[in-house]
């Protein structure tokens, strides 16, 4: 029995492939190669040709207020660009940590560049009013002496007479204090849409997401100093844009960047359909926010049919402009 194999072990070793078995391993392997060059010929020849990133002319102004720098051109990535949305992900997930901290976020609206990002802000709550809306705050940043004034008094679209959805905004996100008689500023993100139509420069919007944090180094009496963010060049939606012609591309925009959503019980006070329309919440006010998506390729516009009636009216069109969406309450931590 000594050079006896069980049968099992004999065809192990003496069994293999044929020629014809080989032969279709081979054609198999072949088919697959070859569906795998010619799909990733096509994502080649079909991604953006347009270039990776322009010199786009912020202005020393905008460049030292935004990034701390006095450059008058800022190299800016060239939507769509996915290197970039890696970036904005990443600035959402720090946003949202910011958000679960906080005691309160306020958004205000403003035209301009935002000059006020303190670290902490004068209150006194037997002395001053109530902070639970955002025109309450704008109106206490008044109150103790803040000027210029970069925010305007803005109440959702189609709520105050004479303004429309601005272009640009600033959120606070304030988080419990220690220091007494002061609110303590745990980040300012600042979203920025310019729109540039000089003829000599490139056409098109710079939008960029900011946030401004605290300096470790540096006391209460310091400003936020700039501490990440995302900017993307967006081109206009037609092709081939006529510089001398900035009005055929008008509708592209990026409005509204956030709604703010009242409480129901505000309902007791009739204001009109086209601001009672936001009273929704039925416990805490909050906030739809929306940042400029480095993945789409425009801000062109989009399709809106509703009833201005329908508070879905006033954001409708933002869900063919951006993925970044959030649903922010205003006092989160209570």
Same mark, same amino acid.
């Given at each position: ?212 944090? &605290? ?15 995302? &900017? ?43 601001? &009672? ?58």
């Amino acid at each position: 029995m000594r050079g006896f194999v069980p049968d099992s072990k004999r065809c192990d070793l003496n069994c293999g492939f044929t020629a014809v078995e080989l032969v279709a391993v081979l054609s198999m392997a072949a088919l697959i190669l070859g569906g795998l060059v010619v799909g990733f010929g096509t994502l080649v020849r079909s991604r953006p040709t347009v270039a990776s990133f322009l010199d786009v002319p912020l202005g020393s102004t905008v460049s030292e207020n935004f990034y701390g720098n006095s450059s008058n051109t800022r190299a800016t990535p060239v939507a769509p660009h996915y290197g970039m949305m890696a970036v904005a992900e990443n600035l959402r997930e720090v946003f949202y940590n910011d958000v679960i901290s906080a005691t309160a976020v306020f958004c205000l609206s403003r035209n301009n560049i935002n000059t006020y990002r303190p670290s902490t802000i004068p209150y006194n709550p037997l002395v001053h009013g109530i902070l639970d809306t955002p025109q309450q705050f704008r109106a206490h940043l008044v109150t103790i002496g803040v000027s210029p004034m970069p925010f305007i008094d803005y109440r959702n679209p189609l709520n105050t007479v004479g303004t429309v959805p601005t272009n640009n905004a600033s959120i606070f996100v304030l988080q419990y204090s220690k220091f007494e008689g002061r609110l303590k500023v745990l980040a300012i993100y600042d979203i920025d849409v310019i729109r540039l139509t000089n003829p000599a420069n490139p056409q098109g919007f710079h939008a960029s997401v900011k946030r401004y944090a &605290d300096d470790k180094n540096r006391g209460i009496a310091f400003p936020l100093i700039f501490a990440g963010g995302y &900017d993307v060049f967006y081109p206009p939606s037609i092709p081939n844009p006529n510089a001398s012609r900035p009005q055929d591309w008008i509708n592209d925009g990026f409005t509204p960047i956030y709604i703010t959503f009242e409480r129901a019980s505000r309902l007791s006070i009739l204001e009109g359909a086209t601001t &009672d329309r936001f009273k929704l919440a039925a416990e805490r006010p909050f906030y739809f926010i929306w940042w400029p998506d480095p993945g789409a390729r425009h801000l062109g516009p989009q399709p809106n049919t509703l009833n201005p009636q329908d508070p879905r009216q006033a954001y409708n069109h933002m869900a063919g402009r951006t993925a970044f969406m959030f649903t922010v309450p205003m006092f989160p931590a209570l």
